[in-house]
T-cell receptor
Framework: DGGITQSPKYLFRKEGQNVTLSCEQNLNHDAMYWYRQDPGQGLRLIYYSQIVNDFQKGDIAEGYSVSREKKESFPLTVTSAQKNPTAFYLC????????????FGQGTRLTVV | KQEVTQIPAALSVPEGENLVLNCSFTDSAIYNLQWFRQDPGKGLTSLLLIQSSQREQTSGRLNASLDKSSGRSTLYIAASQPGDSATYLCAVRPGGATNKLIFGTGTLLAVQP
């Protein structure tokens, strides 16, 4: 089945640790995105990538880092510099271009303990 | 700056009722608008995508309309069922920023059996 796989589903992080969230897609999409969702707020864009080895900051990139070494993979690292990392993280992908439809994974819930 | 608003924030209806969810956006320069469904603790499922040149899209019991000039979209759900209970999110893809979706905060729908 084609789709977007995020892992793990739940992740716990201690203060001061970096953690990496995985996102893999087999839809052959060029563009991939990371969003953060907090209660009562809309989804906010962290980073996005249109092609391999290229990515751009979104609205709330501070404290996060990404890489795009393969077309199908777009991992997100939440660094210790992120002040409030507890949130639900969603990965998405789409074809490049202005009129494309976005598809989302099932999300990773990150909790700082 | 593009802003997306969804009203109401929550809605409860009896089973079988037809209902309308609203989405408004401040800048009419968009490429498309997408409606999503989100179940608790899950990712987003794409329901309908309306391109800027279209007026409406239909899928089963769902019908989405778009009035770009007035900055409004509606999602009509016919003959609601308890299984329709979820949060419904709309998102616009703004003109000039082709790889970024801007989301509303969603409408939490409860369909009572």
């Amino acid at each position: 089945d084609g789709g977007i796989t995020q892992s793990p589903k739940y992740l716990f992080r201690k203060e001061g640790q970096n953690v990496t969230l995985s996102c893999e897609q087999n839809l052959n999409h060029d563009a991939m995105y990371w969003y953060r969702q907090d209660p009562g707020q809309g989804l906010r864009l962290i980073y996005y990538s249109q092609i391999v080895n290229d990515f751009q900051k979104g609205d709330i990139a501070e404290g996060y880092s990404v890489s795009r070494e393969k077309k199908e993979s777009f991992p997100l690292t939440v660094t210790s510099a992120q002040k409030n990392p507890t949130a639900f993280y969603l990965c998405a992908s789409s074809w490049r271009g202005s009129y494309t439809e976005a598809f989302f994974g099932q999300g990773t819930r990150l909790t700082v303990v | 700056k593009q802003e997306v608003t969804q009203i109401p924030a929550a809605l409860s209806v009896p089973e079988g009722e037809n209902l309308v969810l609203n989405c408004s956006f401040t800048d009419s320069a968009i490429y498309n608008l997408q409606w999503f469904r989100q179940d608790p603790g899950k990712g987003l499922t794409s329901l309908l995508l309306i391109q800027s040149s279209q007026r409406e899209q239909t899928s089963g019991r769902l019908n989405a309309s778009l009035d770009k000039s007035s900055g409004r979209s509606t999602l009509y759900i016919a003959a609601s069922q308890p299984g329709d209970s979820a949060t419904y999110l709309c998102a616009v893809r703004p003109g000039g920023a082709t790889n970024k979706l801007i989301f509303g905060t969603g409408t939490l729908l409860a369909v009572q059996p």
